[in-house]
């Protein structure tokens, strides 16, 4: 397998301080309630549960300096990534949603906005006359792009004018040769359709962890595209109306905000980050080459399943629908053991596992799957790590079927059965209106998934010297 490239760097002087420094950094307060998080390119794009640029910037700063290596192994939408990038560290990241991947590309890379104002004008323009001219072309370039199964999930979570508006801006994205200039359309693209209320989808929301379609659609001309008059006096049914938008009008929106956030020039290190499409458990790095690792894993039991809203706009990026559910069978807390590495568990992780499975035997399964895939990351996050310094994890506890899963300690035991130690374990509370979370379709009152994620826990796990 071939390894990224570690750059030649000077060495150092050890801090023996350093398990201070961390156990410090985790006792300040995590909250960052009255920060502003969208600074530089962190709001390209939105991503399920993902933590404030504030969380790895402070851990960077604090327990790194410039030519240092920051990982993170699962990174999502490249917040870790941004900002040891802009601090001067070397930045790799791992992931297997290539949403995430793109994201990342996008929100590292310095762009000219001139040039990207001429050629999303061009794009606008272009699309916009094929879709008044040529629209009978655009039904036959969707049928011909798309297999069946991709098809019938279009047909259900698109209408057809819809349809027509996207293909003709995802003709005109891929016509643009240059590729970085491409990536940040395809991105800008992506972003009108996922959003918490479901973007230019049939989606009423795509924050929930099972996408929801909305009871009644209503076009801008006043047209019902899903649904009918008398579904209107209902309440379940007010609250889950929507009306359609345009997505040629809403990426010219977009484009706007975007423009405005990317990176124009930046005061960084000849190290460009490297990001790979790679799993956690695996990693292609040298042993002992990492100076500090920052990510955020899933929740257990895939309490946020980041492809069922991602797959709305991966599906026009190129990716056939059966393909992105081969990609999520590789989330980390599926219910499948199959082709899992059966290792042996501590006695308390173990003890957890049964008492869910005696209540649901596919939720212990599940949480059996999380537990022994984690343990295979902590494991590989021991490798790469180099000694006297520390990986921080930031975990939500999760309940299932009633029984508290207890994440921190269970981690922390694994954790600490590889070499490492846990010094410290901080808490932060979390902002709900800042972050795209499960969202509850009953009014008035909140899901078992939103009262226990009202909280994070950030795990300090340092390897010694």
């Not at 323009?125 to 969707?142: G, M, R, S, V």
């Not at 349809?163 to 940040?184: C, N």
């Not at 374990?425 to 499960?438: A, F």
């Amino acid at each position: 397998m071939h390894q990224l490239a570690l750059p030649f760097v000077p060495s150092r002087r050890k801090y023996s301080s350093y398990r201070t420094r961390l156990a410090e950094s985790l006792s300040d307060n995590l909250d960052f309630q009255n920060t502003n998080g969208e600074h530089s390119s962190h709001k390209l794009h939105s991503f399920p549960a993902k933590f404030p640029p504030q969380l790895p910037h402070k851990f960077i700063s604090e327990l790194t300096e410039k030519d240092d290596v920051v990982l993170d192994p699962m990174m999502g939408s490249g917040t870790t990534i941004l900002e040891a990038f802009l601090l001067n560290r070397i930045a790799w990241g791992f992931d297997i949603d290539p949403l995430a991947i793109l994201l990342s590309k996008v929100k590292t890379r310095t762009y000219d906005k001139r040039t990207l104002r001429n050629i999303s004008e061009e794009v606008v323009t272009k699309a916009k006359a094929n879709l008044n001219q040529n629209p009978t072309l655009l039904e036959k370039q969707i049928l011909n792009r798309f297999d069946k199964k991709t098809l019938e999930f279009l047909n259900y979570w698109f209408a057809p004018e819809t349809q027509l508006e996207l293909m003709a801006l995802i003709y005109e994205v891929e016509s643009v040769k240059d590729t970085t200039l491409r990536d940040f359309l395809m991105l800008v693209m992506s972003s009108t359709i996922i959003t918490k209320t479901g973007g230019v989808s049939l989606a009423y929301d795509l924050a929930h962890t099972r996408p929801h379609k909305a009871k009644v659609v209503v076009s801008k001309t006043g047209r019902i595209v899903v649904g009918n008059d008398q579904d209107f006096d209902a309440p379940r049914v007010k609250l889950l109306t929507k009306k359609l938008r345009s997505p040629i009008e809403e990426f010219e929106k977009r484009l706007l905000q975007n423009i405005q956030g990317v990176l124009e020039s930046v005061d960084v290190l000849n190290f460009p980050p490297q990001f790979c499409y790679g799993n956690a458990q695996a990693m292609p790095i040298p042993e002992r080459s990492v100076d500090l690792i920052v990510t955020s894993p899933p929740y257990a039991s895939n309490a946020i399943d980041y492809m069922r809203a991602h797959k709305f706009s991966l599906v026009w990026l190129g990716y056939p629908i059966s393909d992105l559910g081969l990609v999520r069978q590789k989330y980390i807390g599926g219910e499948s053991l199959m082709g899992i590495e059966l290792v042996a568990l501590p006695g308390k992780v173990k003890a957890v596992i049964n008492k869910v499975a005696e209540e649901s035997p596919s939720k212990g399964r599940a949480l059996h799957r999380y537990y022994l895939e984690m343990n295979l990351v902590l494991k590989e996050m021991f490798r790469v790590l180099k000694p006297g310094k520390a990986s921080i994890v930031v975990v939500g506890n999760s309940t299932l079927v009633g029984q508290d899963v207890m994440v921190v300690d269970s981690l922390a035991e694994i954790g600490c059965q590889h070499g490492f130690q846990v010094p410290m374990v901080g808490v932060r509370q979390l902002n709900r209106d800042k972050r795209m979370l499960p969202a509850s379709l009953k009014v008035g009152q909140f899901s078992q998934i939103q009262q226990r994620m009202h909280e994070e826990f950030v795990i300090g796990f340092y390897k010694p010297e």
